[in-house]
């Protein structure tokens, strides 16, 4: 049986907490940024998780995270 592969673009975007949890960051962020408020910019530098409905389909992306 074949080692199975890490989908990399993905092991890029998130990254695993001491509790199995994955965090991700926003998007929306990057440019254009004069039009939104400054708590949304605010609130767009923290983190944030994987939602639990969408873990199956993360742990096949990332399957020795």
């Known amino acids: ?5 890490t989908n990399r673009a993905a092991a890029k975007r998130v ?6 949890k994955l965090k991700r ?10 039009k939104k408020a400054r708590k949304r910019k605010r609130d767009l530098r ?5 939602v639990t409905s ?9 399957p020795y995270l």
């Open 1 to 5: 049986m074949p080692k199975m592969k």
């Open 54 to 62: 969408d873990m199956p389909q993360m742990k096949k992306l990332l």
């Open 15 to 20: 990254k695993s907490n001491g509790g199995g």
């Open 25 to 34: 960051w926003h998007a929306f962020k990057s440019h254009i940024l004069t």
């Open 46 to 50: 923290k983190g944030a998780f994987i």
